[in-house]
């Protein structure tokens, strides 16, 4: 949980905005990161960072939201 918000609720939210934006966050994010490697003043922390918030949105955007576990309801064993 991130304070009062879990977070499944997290990335629910980020698909339904990705999805109402209609735009693939992962391209944009490809070609900055793209464009910085070719750079020669870009620092290797900054490429870093951007690698891995790739991967983190990567992790929200590609994988299906997993649906929520059913709750079984607890049986008694019966005394034989």
């Known amino acids: 949980m991130i ?3 879990k977070l499944s609720t997290i ?3 980020l698909r ?3 999805a ?3 735009v693939n966050p992962l391209i944009e994010l490809d070609l900055k990161i793209r ?3 070719k750079s020669k003043s870009t620092s290797i ?3 870093e960072t951007l ?3 790739r991967a983190a949105l990567a992790q929200i955007v590609e994988e299906p ?3 929520s576990r059913s709750k079984r309801a607890r049986t008694t064993k019966k005394a034989v």
Request: hydrophobic letters at 30%; glycine letters at 8%.
């Open 16 to 18: 339904e905005a990705f």
């Open 3 to 5: 304070g009062q918000t």
């Open 20 to 22: 109402a934006e209609g």
């Open 45 to 47: 922390k900054e490429l």
């Open 11 to 13: 990335r629910e939210e």
């Open 35 to 37: 464009s910085l490697k």
């Open 65 to 67: 939201a997993t649906p």
């Open 51 to 53: 690698e891995t918030f």
